[in-house]
C-alpha cells in the first residue's frame, strides 16, 4: 500500500528538486509508532527534534501541528509508522544559509514492520560491520539527514537471516547497530554505548536509561561483548529485541531484558506480532 | 532567474518526497562550469562520478545522456553552472536497497556566479571553522549528498568579506576550504592536502595537480600555514582563486598562482568578470 504523504500540510507526495535536504541532506527526520492513533514515545521524539532544530540553526516546527498531520497519515492504521522529515527548504545553490528559511515538512504514514512471535523470544543474529561510524560531536545523537554510512554498511549482507548489524567507531568501539541500540549486561551493570561523538539517541534508548537509572552510558570495546551475559537492542519501531548472537558468540535472552520487554508492552506498543 | 531543470530527462521541477536522496542523502552530485556550451573539465567531473557511483553501489549513468541534458539545462547562457544530482531513487522505508534501484537524475542549469576582478587580482579573505571535518574513508573524496558539515561550516560566519573557510580534521589538518581545495607553497614544494579520510577530491585540484606533477598530497597541519609563501583556491566553478588572508595571516599572490591562473584562462573559462 502506498504510504499516505503530507508536504508542508497538503496531500502530497513530491518537493522541489532543488530542496535542501535533498541537496545537502540538510535537515532532520523522526520515526514514530503509533498504536490506535497514539504514540506512547511522542514528547521524547519531540525533544529530539527540537535539539536537532537548535544543533542545525533550523526553524522548530510546532509539535501540534507535527501530531496533528501524523494522526491524519496514519489514521484508520492500527499499528502504525510515521516518518517525519523537515528540511531547511528551497535555498540558493551553496551551502550558505538565509536565517528564515522557510523549512519543508513531510510527514508520511506507513504500516508497521511485523516481527515474529519467535523475534521477541529468541532474539535476532547480527552481522558484524566493516563500515564505521566516522566521529563528529557537532552531529552525534540528533537523527539528521546524512546516513550514507548506514547505508553503506547496511548494503554489506543479504543473509535475511541478520536483522541487523553491530557498527563501532574507527577505534573498534561499539556505537549502536545500523537501525537501533544496543544495551550490554556487562559484569552485572547495564551499559549501552555513548552517543557523544558518533550514532543516535535513540528514543527507545532513552526510555530504557529512564526506567533503569543505573544503567551506563560509557565506551563499549567490541571486545567487552564476548563477555556480556545479555545483549538486546532498543528501536522505537520495533521496541526492545533480545539479541542472540553477534558473529559467532552466542547469548540468551535473560532477565533485564525480559523486563524491558514487559515495560515496553506496558507502554501500549502491540507485541502481538505475525 | 529559476534555474532549469531536467528530472530523469524531463522538463519538471519536482521528486518524490520520499526519495532516498532526500530520505538518506543516499546518492551523489557534480557542480559543472559550461562556458559557450563547453565544460573544460567534464571529463574529470564523470570519473569523479562514477568513482561515487561503485563506492556507493549505484548504477553508473550514461555521461552521454547527461552532457546532452546538461547542454539543454545551460543552453543559451554563455556562463552556466549545471549541477547534476544523482539518487538511489525512491525505495521503501530503511537503509537497506534493491540493487536495482532506479535512480533519480535531475539536472539543473544556473548562471554562473561573478567573481571581481580584485577577486582574482588580490584574492580572498577566509575565516577559519570551528567545525571540522570527520573521518569516514569509505565516503572521502566522493562528492555525496552528505553535507551538512559543509553547511555547519558555512554558517559560522556572515562577514560578506570572507570568501570561504578553511576546514580542520579534528587532528588540527588542513583539509579544505567550505567551498573549494586548497594549494599552499611550502618551503619551495607546491602542497595540497590528502582527501583520503575527509573532505572532497575537486576536479579543479586534480587538473592542477595534472600540470603540476610535481606537487604533493601531504597532512598539512594548520600550524605550517603561517609559514607558506603562496596559498591558493581550487574550484571548478571559481577557478584558481588566490587567498590574502587566513584569520590574521596574509598573503600575496605568487607565481605559482599566477601561472595557474593562466592555465585556468587558457582552459576557456572566462576571466571577464563584473
Redesign the interface.
Given at each position: 500500500m502506498a504510504?499516505r504523504?503530507l508536504?508542508n500540510g497538503q496531500a502530497?507526495?513530491?518537493?522541489?528538486?532543488?530542496?535542501?535536504?535533498?541537496?545537502?541532506?540538510?535537515?532532520l527526520?523522526e520515526?514514530i509508532r503509533f498504536m490506535e492513533g497514539r504514540a506512547p514515545l511522542w514528547s521524547r521524539h519531540m525533544a529530539r527534534l527540537l535539539l536537532g532544530c537548535e544543533r542545525?540553526?533550523l526553524t522548530k516546527p510546532d509539535p501540534e501541528i507535527l501530531l496533528q498531520e501524523a494522526l491524519q497519515v496514519c489514521g484508520g492504521m492500527p499499528d502504525a509508522?510515521v516518518?517525519i522529515?523537515l528540511?531547511r527548504g528551497v535555498g540558493e545553490?551553496?551551502?550558505?544559509?538565509a536565517p528564515n528559511a522557510s523549512l519543508t515538512r513531510?510527514v508520511?504514514g506507513?504500516a508497521a514492520p511485523k516481527l515474529s512471535a519467535e523475534t521477541w523470544r529468541d532474539g535476532v543474529r547480527l552481522h558484524v560491520c566493516q563500515?564505521?561510524w566516522?566521529?563528529?560531536p557537532?552531529?552525534a545523537g540528533i537523527k539528521?539527514?546524512?546516513?550514507?554510512?548506514?547505508?553503506?554498511?547496511?548494503?554489506e549482507w543479504t543473509d535475511a537471516g541478520l536483522a541487523d548489524g553491530v557498527m563501532m567507531d574507527?577505534q573498534d568501539r561499539v556505537v549502536s547497530t545500523?537501525?537501533a541500540n544496543l544495551f550490554v549486561m556487562l559484569d552485572g551493570a547495564l551499559v549501552t554505548p555513548s552517543i557523544e561523538r558518533?550514532g543516535v539517541a535513540g528514543v527507545a534508548r532513552a526510555e530504557v536509561l529512564s526506567v533503569r537509572p543505573d544503567a551506563r552510558e560509557a565506551e563499549l570495546p567490541f571486545m567487552a561483548l564476548a563477555r556480556a551475559s545479555e545483549v538486546f537492542l532498543s528501536s522505537s519501531v520495533r521496541g526492545i529485541v533480545p539479541v542472540q548472537a553477534v558473529g559467532n558468540t552466542v547469548y540468551v535472552p535473560g532477565p533485564v531484558t525480559r523486563a524491558l520487554q514487559a515495560h515496553w508492552r506496558g507502554l501500549g506498543y502491540s507485541t502481538e506480532h505475525a
Open positions: 504510504p504523504v508536504v502530497d507526495t513530491r518537493v522541489s528538486a532543488l530542496d535542501r535536504g535533498l541537496s545537502y541532506g540538510d535537515g527526520f520515526t542545525l540553526a509508522v516518518r522529515t528540511t545553490r551553496g551551502y550558505a544559509f513531510i508520511a506507513f563500515t564505521r566516522s566521529e563528529q557537532l552531529l539528521h539527514l546524512n546516513r550514507l554510512e548506514q547505508v553503506l554498511a547496511r548494503h574507527a545500523v537501525m558518533c
